[in-house]
C-alpha cells in the first residue's frame, strides 16, 4: 500500500491493524514528496494521542509536545523558522477539546501551517470515551447514556474565522487526501484538514462503511470562495458528508506582517550590542 | 552635607502624577542626585489613591522610606493619607484654590493656584507642568532644566502644547520663587553628574535583548506587563518576535516551539499565568528545550492583589512542573542585578536546555532606581548550538553525554533531522517504555546539575565580618535590608546580611560557610510561610531564628525590619 519515499520510516507503529492512521501518515508522506520537500525541510508537529504518534512515524523532524497543545508549539517553529515547512497531525479531541482555544487563535493569526486533524470522533488513546466531534447518542464508558452535548463542527467554525483553507477527507480515500494535503501546504496560511479516520477498536457508530456510504467528493460546481455557501455546506453531516475543499480564502499570513520570506530566520539573527548600548543611552 | 530626602506626589488616578514625578526624577538624576522611586496603587476610601515616593539622597539609596519630607496633594485625599507620614520641617504642596490643608508647627505649606496658572497657560491640562515647576523652585533646581526636558522630552506635542507646557511651568516656578522663597528645604547639592534611571522591568528586559532573546510571548497580567510591553516596543529593531497569546498555556507552548526550533524565546507572566504554564514547563523539562520564564509576583492566591508585592510564589517556582527535572532559579535584588541576571538566564537556558526562572515581583518592577552605568558587555551572550557544519552524525537529539547536555542543534541543521519529544524517549528521541532507558534518561537530565552548581554566582556577604546576627534577604528585599544593616551598624550592632539571587540550585556549601556558628539568622521575605527560610533550613541543615514576614502587600523599609527586629532582641 505504502509507495516507498523519502519520508519513509520503517519502523514498528503501535496502532492497531486497520486504523486509518496508516492511510493518513501514507498520504501525508506521499504529499511532501510529491511537493519534492526534503525531510529536514519539514517539520511534523502534534500533541497527545494515537492520531500525535505520527511524527514518530515519519522521516522528517518533529516535535511530539503536550495534549492539545500542538497548534502553540507550531507556531513557536513557525516563526522561528520561516522557511520550515510546518504540519501538524493531531486527534479531534487534541485539537478541538483540550486544546480548542488554540484552533481559534490559530486560524486568526493565520500562521502559514498545515493542520491534519484525523478526525475518529472518539479518544482512541485513553480507550474510547466521547470527544467533541461525537455524535448525539453515542454511548461510551463515560457517556453512559449516550452523548448529548452537541458536537463540535470544526469545519463551520473555521469557515466562520476566514481560515485560508477548509478541507475534509476520508483517510480511506488516500489518494483524494494525498491531493487535499498538498493543496493546503501550498495554500499561504493556516490549513485545515479535517480527515475523517474510523478507530476500529473504539468507535463502532463511524465505521469504515459508515463513513463510506456518505461521503461524497465535491465537484468542479462547488465554489469554494464563497464564504456563505461554504458555511453552509460546512455545515452538512448526516445522510451525507460532502469532502473536498470547504473553503478557500486568501488572506495576509501572520508572518506578512513581519518577515518576508527571503529574510533572515528568527533563529539566525544575532543581536547588536551596540544597539543595546542604545536603549541604555535612552534611560539617561 | 548628607541628606536624605522623600518627596511624596499622590492624587488619584489619571491626574498625571506619573508625568510630574517622571519630570522631576529625569532631572534630578541628570544632575547626579541618586534616587530610588517606588509606585504605590492603592484602591482604599472612596476609590483609587495613587502615590509616588521619590527619595532624594546624596549617596546610593535601594528601599522606599514610609516618611516623606515633601507632599504634592493633587486631591483632598492625598492630604488626609498621608498627613501622617510628613516629618518636620516638611512641606505641603497643593492647589490653593480646591484643597484644604489644616496648618501645623513643622508643617509648611505651599499653595499654588495650580489649575488657574494651567489655565491662564492655555490649557487645564498643562497642570502637571505648574505642579513640576513649583516643585524645581521648592527643590533649588535650575528652571533651564525643566525647560530643556519640557522641549525634548515633549517633542510628539505640537509646537503649541510645547509652549504651552513650558509657559504653565514658569508660571508655576515664578509663583513659587516670589511666594516662598523662605521655605526651608532639606534637599542638599550633590556634584553634577549624568546618571541612569530604571526600572526592573526595563533592566529584566534589556537584559533578555541582551542575552539575545528572539521571541517572547505572553498574556497580560499585572506586574510582569511592563517587561513584555518593553521588549515588543523593541522587537523591530533587534528583530524579536513577540507575541500576545490567547493564554499562558499558549504562551509557553509557544515559547517552547520556538525554543525547539532554535529560537531563545521568553515569557513574562505572573502568578495565576505562571500556574497555567505549569505543564508547559514540565515539557521543558521532559524534552530539555531551552526557555526563560520570568515571573513577576504579585500576592495570591487566585487573583490576590494584582498591583501589590509579594514573594509568595517561591515554593511554586521551585516546584512547578509535574515529574522531575533540573532547573534554575534566580532572584535578583535590584534593578542593576536584574539586568545582568536575565543575560545570564537566556545563556544558561540555552547552555542546560532547562527552564530558566527570573522571579521578581511588583517591587523590584515598578521601582526605578538610579545607576552610573549598565554595561551589556560584562556578561556576554553567548551561543551553545553546535555551529554550523559541526554536527556529528548521526545527530542524537537527547545523546547521553557525560555531562548531561547533549548538543544543541536546530531543525534541518546540516540536513538532519531529530524529534523533540515529551515521553520518556531514547536518545532519538522516540517513545520507550524500556526500563534502562527511562533510568539513563532520568540519570542523563539530573547529571546536569553538576555542572548548574558551579554556574553563576553564591550568595553576597554585606556588612560586619564574624558579625553574630545576620539577616538573609531574597529577591527584591535586598534594598531595605541593605539599608537596615547600615543603620544597624551605625548604632554598633555586630550585624551583616546574606542575599541570594542564585537560589536554585541551591547554594548549599557556600551558605553554611557563610552562616555557621552565627548566633541568630533571621531571612526577612514577603511572605506568610516563610518559604525562604524553610529552604535554607532544609538544604543546610542550619537553625535560624524567627523570620521577619511581611505579607501585606508592601514592601519593606527599614522602620519595618528594625521594629521586628528589636522586639524579638528584647
Ligand atoms: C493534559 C492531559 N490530559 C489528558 C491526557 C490523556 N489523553 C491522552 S490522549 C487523550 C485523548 C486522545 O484523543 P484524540 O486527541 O482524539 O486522539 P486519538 O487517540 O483519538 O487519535 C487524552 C484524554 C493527557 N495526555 N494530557
Ligand atoms: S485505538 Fe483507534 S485510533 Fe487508536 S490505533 Fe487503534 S484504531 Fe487507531
Ligand atoms: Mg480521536
Known sequence: MTKENHFHYSVERAWCPGCGDYSILSSVENALANLKKKPHEVLMVSGIGQAAKLPHYIKANGFDGLHGRALPAAFGAKVANHKLMVLVTSGDGDIYGEGGNHFIHAIRRNIDITLIVHNNQIYGLTKGQASPTSDLGMVTKTQPDGVFTIPFNPLEMAVTLDAAFVARSFSKDMAFTTKLIEEGIRTPGFSLIDVLQPCVSFNHVNTYKWYSDRVYQLDNSYDPTDKSKAYKKSSEWGDKIPIGVIFKNSRKTYLDNFIKHKDLPLIKRKTNIKEVDSLINELY | MPFDFN???????????????????????????????????????????????????????????????????????????????????????????????????????????????????????????????????????????????????????????????????????????????????????????????????????????????????????????????????????????????????????????????????????????????????????????????????????????????????????????????????????????????????????????????????????????????????????????????????????????????????????????????????????????????????????????????????????????????????????????????????????????????????????ESIRLLKSRKDIRVVENNYQAQFNRLLKRETRIDTGEPILRYDGRPFDVRFIVKKFEKRQK
Open chain 2, 7 to 509: 518627596i511624596t506626589i499622590a492624587g488619584s488616578a489619571g491626574q498625571g502624577l506619573q508625568t510630574i514625578a517622571g519630570i522631576l526624577t529625569k532631572v534630578l538624576a541628570r544632575n547626579g542626585y541618586h534616587l530610588f522611586t517606588s509606585q504605590d496603587y492603592m484602591s482604599r476610601i472612596r476609590g483609587g489613591h495613587n502615590f509616588t515616593n521619590i527619595r532624594v539622597s546624596d549617596k546610593p539609596v535601594y528601599a522606599p522610606t514610609v516618611s516623606s519630607q515633601l507632599l504634592v496633594a493633587l486631591d483632598q485625599e492625598s492630604v488626609e493619607v498621608h498627613y501622617q507620614s510628613l516629618t518636620g520641617p516638611a512641606i505641603i504642596v497643593h492647589d490653593s484654590d480646591t484643597i484644604k490643608v489644616i496648618k501645623a508647627r513643622n508643617i509648611q505649606v505651599v499653595a499654588v493656584p495650580l489649575a488657574k496658572l494651567s489655565n491662564e497657560s492655555g490649557s487645564p491640562v498643562y497642570i502637571n507642568s505648574v505642579a513640576a515647576g513649583v516643585l524645581f523652585s521648592l527643590l533649588r533646581l535650575d528652571l533651564k532644566d525643566l525647560v530643556g526636558f519640557l522641549e525634548t522630552r515633549f517633542e510628539e506635542k505640537s509646537p503649541e502644547q510645547i509652549k504651552g507646557n513650558i509657559n504653565a511651568a514658569t508660571k508655576g516656578f515664578t509663583y513659587t520663587s516670589e511666594n516662598y522663597q523662605n521655605i526651608k528645604t532639606t534637599i542638599g547639592t550633590v556634584r553634577k553628574k549624568n546618571r541612569m534611571l530604571i526600572n526592573g522591568a526595563e533592566s529584566i528586559a534589556i537584559g533578555m535583548i541582551a542575552g539575545g532573546v528572539r521571541f517572547i510571548s505572553a498574556y497580560p497580567m499585572s506586574p510582569s506587563t511592563g517587561i513584555f510591553i518593553y521588549i515588543t516596543g523593541k522587537a523591530k529593531k533587534f528583530g524579536i518576535i513577540s507575541e500576545q497569546a490567547e493564554d499562558e498555556i499558549a504562551a509557553c507552548n509557544m515559547a517552547l516551539g520556538a525554543g525547539a526550533a532554535g529560537a531563545r524565546s521568553a515569557v513574562t507572566t505572573s502568578g495565576g499565568g505562571l500556574s497555567l504554564m505549569c505543564e508547559g514547563i514540565s515539557l521543558a523539562g521532559a524534552a530539555e528545550i531551552p526557555v526563560v520564564i520570568a515571573n513577576m509576583q504579585r500576592p495570591g492566591p487566585a487573583t490576590g492583589s494584582p498591583t501589590r508585592t509579594a514573594q509568595e510564589d517561591l515554593d511554586l517556582v521551585l516546584n512547578i512542573g509535574h515529574g522531575e527535572f533540573p532547573r534554575f532559579v534566580f532572584a535578583p535584588g535590584t534593578a542593576e542585578e536584574a539586568f545582568y541576571t536575565s543575560i545570564h538566564a537566556m545563556n544558561l537556558a540555552e547552555k542546560y536546555q532547562v527552564p530558566v526562572f527570573i522571579l521578581g515581583d511588583q517591587h523590584l518592577v515598578d521601582s526605578s532606581i538610579t545607576l552610573d552605568k549598565l554595561n551589556p558587555n560584562k556578561v556576554k551572550y553567548k551561543s551553545y548550538m553546535v555551529k554550523s557544519g559541526n554536527l556529528k552524525k548521526p545527530y542524537l537529539r537527547y545523546k547521553n553525554t557525560k555531562s548531561g547536555v547533549s548538543p544543541l542543534a536546530y531543525y534541518g541543521q546540516d540536513k538532519v533531522t531529530f524529534i523533540v519529544d515529551s515521553h520518556v524517549h531514547t536518545e532519538d528521541g522516540h517513545i520507550s517504555e524500556d526500563m534502562v532507558v527511562a533510568e539513563k534518561l532520568t540519570e542523563k537530565r539530573f547529571r546536569k546539575i553538576n555542572d548548574m552548581k558551579k554556574e553563576f554566582y553564591g550568595p553576597q556577604y554585606y556588612g560586619l565580618q564574624n558579625a553574630k546576627t545576620v539577616l538573609v534577604s531574597w529577591g527584591s528585599t535586598y534594598g531595605a535590608v541593605r539599608e537596615t544593616i547600615d543603620y544597624l551598624l551605625e548604632k554598633k550592632k555586630s550585624v551583616a546580611m546574606i542575599h541570594y539571587n542564585k537560589i536554585w540550585p541551591f547554594p548549599v556549601e
